[in-house]
């Protein structure tokens, strides 16, 4: 035990912040006098970081609002309708993790805006073309069109990983906690608008139940690519407003900051490196999101405990299920939101954060209390559910990513910051695809 406190623990200066940031808790929104990089802060540049987030996820969270469609799509083909799903999440998953590793390890001349745009790119190249095959090959086999799904997920999940690494390192060389916030804040909304547009296509669903024709369900799934196709190009156009407005003030400021490549040059750090700086914050984001990924297995499985003869249609499975992601990624967003204020935070103790991911795992056996498949609910309450269970794991899910994300660049100096940020998407990716692995244990409960 003795030598895995001490393992755990940082050295005497690991956890000490740069020593002329002896002001910050006190100014937090005001420079330091070490740290001359650090820009004024600027609403408009918060907003463009708060699009960024909103893109990261919307590509995502369009696959799922597309499940219908896919559903129908290969319905003639027994294994590919039972095995869709788990295709496209085992090539999202290892897809992300190995671009975001090697990423993180290319810093030499690494040019993180560059990165941005090139990922939004393939978003909407994989995005438009997705949109036009819902038109073009209604006619297409299930084996083809499995096929290029197969390749416009590897594709788009290449792009989420290239603009992880890229939008996490370029944030932190602004060396404002807010603009880091407004990603994850962007990212939490990315998650509640499709699981509202899933509640309220349940709700319309006729009465009896009556599938969707093939027709309704392309037109569905194409609405749902070219919105995807259409965030990722607003999300180009804002960035590249942000980059024209750094560099114009890199040029006014005599080239006095370092949100530029030119400005200061980003230092190699290899990824051990950036471990033991920051292993707290690390080990507790990559715990978070393991824990996570519980939850999309029992919320996809949970039913309310209302007698479906007798309960409304917002009770039934079709948009119950929705409602209950609903939840969730309200409390995700809510608390996302929160520590904007310096006062909520815990951005810089990172041994509560590494407490406070621990103590997550007590909501799995709060799940097993709920009504799993329909056998029954040892606590027969849909308010316990939704409330008790959901908003709040939801909450802490969204109020310790924020917190570890944006207290990294705290325990670096300025030029360690891009590979720190770009190591931190890294532990994310990490967490989500060690959680999705052991997903499938809980699947079976």
């Known amino acids: ?49 708060f699009i960024l987030g909103v893109s990261m996820l919307w590509a995502w969270n369009m696959f799922l609002a597309a499940a219908p469609f896919f559903r129908q799509r290969f319905q003639s083909n027994t294994w590919a309708t039972t095995h869709y799903q788990s295709s496209i999440l085992t090539v999202s998953t290892v897809t992300n993790l190995t671009s975001s590793f090697v990423l993180a390890k290319v810093q030499q001349s690494a040019s993180y805006p560059r990165r941005i ?14 949109a036009f095959s819902t038109i073009v090959l209604k006619d297409a086999s299930v084996i083809v069109y499995f096929g290029l799904l197969m390749v416009m997920v590897f594709g788009a999940s290449m792009a989420t990983g290239i603009n992880q690494n890229g939008v996490f390192a370029y944030v932190s060389g602004f060396g404002r906690e807010e603009y880091t916030q407004a990603i994850m804040s962007g990212q939490g909304v990315a998650g509640v608008l499709p699981c509202l547009a899933q509640m309220l296509s349940g709700l319309a669903v006729p009465e009896q139940g009556e ?51 030119e400005a200061l040059p980003t230092k190699t750090v290899s990824l051990w490196t950036l471990f033991s700086r920051l292993r707290l914050p690390a080990i507790s984001i990559f715990l978070c999101f393991v824990v996570t990924m519980v939850f999309p297995v029992y919320t ?81 309450s849909d308010f316990f559910y939704l409330f008790i269970v959901q908003l709040l794991f939801g ?6 990513s924020s917190c570890c994300m944006m207290g990294a660049s705290y325990w670096v ?14 532990m994310l990716v990490g967490g989500l695809a060690a959680g999705s692995l052991l997903s499938f244990f809980a699947s079976g409960t």
């Open 211 to 261: 599938e969707q024709t093939l027709d309704t369900s392309w037109k569905s799934a194409f609405a749902c690519f070219i919105t995807a196709t259409g965030v990722s190009s607003l999300t180009l156009v804002a960035f590249v407003w942000l980059t024209k407005r750094q560099a114009l003030h890199i040029i006014d400021d005599n080239s006095e900051s370092s949100n530029n490549d």
């Open 117 to 130: 745009i090139v990922s939004l790119l393939i978003n909407i190249a994989v995005f438009t073309l997705l």
């Open 395 to 400: 909450a802490t899910n969204g109020y310790l």
């Open 1 to 49: 035990m003795d030598r895995i406190r001490k393992w755990l623990s940082p050295s005497a200066a690991a956890y000490e912040p740069i020593e002329e940031r002896s002001d910050f808790e006190n100014e937090p929104n005001s420079p330091t006098s070490q740290d001359q990089s650090r820009l004024p802060f600027s609403r408009p540049v918060y907003w463009v970081f």
């Open 413 to 426: 100096s300025a030029e360690e910051r891009e590979p720190a940020g770009g190591f931190m998407s890294l």
């Open 300 to 380: 996809s499985q949970i039913e309310s405990v209302r007698d479906k003869s007798d309960a409304s249609r917002l009770f039934q499975s079709s948009a119950f299920i929705p409602l209950a992601f609903l939840f969730w990624n309200i409390g995700d967003l809510l608390a996302r939101m929160l520590v904007i204020n310096p006062r909520y935070s815990l951005a810089h103790r990172p041994w509560a954060l590494l407490a406070l991911s621990i103590a997550r795992a007590g909501f799995i056996p709060l799940y097993q209390l709920c009504n799993i498949g329909g056998r029954g609910a040892t606590v027969e």
